[in-house]
């Protein structure tokens, strides 16, 4: 399985710096945000280095959303939010600053004022339907 030794996130997996671990199974790791967002601010993480989504192996996709699920619910049934977001980011211009592919999840209260929305504006549907063309040429040549 990859690794990188200057990681910060294959570090905690390794042990070599402190975390909040709340589970971990042959490919996930799971802790606590130490700057949380909201209370309850988990982290899922595969244990293969993986820069981000791209990177990821599908497997190890798969299991870090799994492991996603059950912190979800954890987190549901000990935080007790209103509801729960989960957020990836991949490179900065999306919010990425640690460089191993993650998962997080964040509990939500009602009216809690965290701005993770955007406004709802009505797109250009020509421009939307011409670029949906695209994607689907794009993901059926991908699936031949
Ligand atoms: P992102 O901005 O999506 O790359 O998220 C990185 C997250 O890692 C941030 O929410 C940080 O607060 C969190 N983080 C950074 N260092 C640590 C650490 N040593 N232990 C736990 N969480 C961390
Ligand atoms: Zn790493």
């Not at 209370?39 to 981000?52: F, N, S, V, Y």
């Not at 192996?57 to 987190?75: D, F, H, I, R, Y």
């Not at 009505?122 to 699936?143: F, V, W, Y």
Request: hydrophobic share 40%; charged share 25%; with cysteine.
């Amino acid at each position: 399985m990859p690794t990188d030794k200057d990681c910060l996130f294959c570090r905690i997996i390794a042990g070599e710096i402190p975390s909040q671990k709340i589970y971990e199974d042959e490919r996930t790791y799971a802790f606590m945000d130490i700057n949380p967002a909201s209370t309850g601010h988990a982290l899922i993480i595969p244990k293969e280095h993986a820069r981000d989504i791209h990177d990821l192996s599908p497997e190890a996709l798969a299991a870090t959303a799994l492991s996603a699920q059950k912190v979800a619910a954890a987190v549901r049934d000990t935080v007790a939010p209103d509801g729960i977001n989960l957020l990836q980011c991949n490179e900065p211009a999306a919010g990425q600053t640690v460089f191993h592919f993650h998962l997080h999840v964040i509990p939500r209260m009602e009216a809690d004022g965290l701005a993770l929305g955007w406004p709802i504006v009505p797109g250009d549907m020509d421009a939307i339907a011409s670029l949906a063309t695209r994607l689907r040429e794009r993901l059926d040549s991908k699936n031949t």
